[in-house]
């Protein structure tokens, strides 16, 4: 079992930043690969980013590629999102989740096992 506490959502200007963080229990984070997904209201839940468990190979998606960063520490049990150059596109509900292996990455919703609660992005105009 891992429970996943994402934290660092908020409201940012157009062109600002934000850095997502997603807090994880459990002694297995290390094994997990993770993932950052995103939903916009009416919208489904649509990949953002990921990222293996040693954290050598990552993956994103066209829409964020060149603008956001994923990370992770698996000594902290902590996964991260660097956000830049956000633009309105950008608002929605975000969300971090666990899944995979080490053999595997996913990128769709279906394949991942544990999911945060999810925290809000806003970005004005």
């Known amino acids: 079992q891992v429970r996943l506490v994402e934290s660092g959502g908020g409201l940012v200007q157009a062109g600002g930043s934000l850095r997502l963080s997603c807090a994880a229990s459990g002694r297995t984070f290390s094994s997990y690969a993770m993932g950052w997904f995103r939903q916009a209201p009416g919208k489904e839940r649509e990949f953002v980013a990921a990222i293996s468990t040693s954290g050598g190979s990552t993956y994103y998606a066209d829409s964020v590629k060149g603008r956001f960063l994923i990370s992770r520490q698996n000594a902290k049990n902590t996964v991260y999102l660097q956000m830049n150059s956000l633009n309105p596109e950008d608002t929605a509900a975000y969300y971090c989740?666990?899944?995979?292996?080490?053999?595997?990455?996913?990128?769709?919703?279906?394949?991942?096992?544990?999911w945060g609660q999810g925290t809000q992005v806003t970005v004005s105009s």
């Open positions: 989740a666990a899944g995979g292996g080490s053999w595997y990455v996913p990128r769709a919703p279906a394949e991942y096992n544990y």
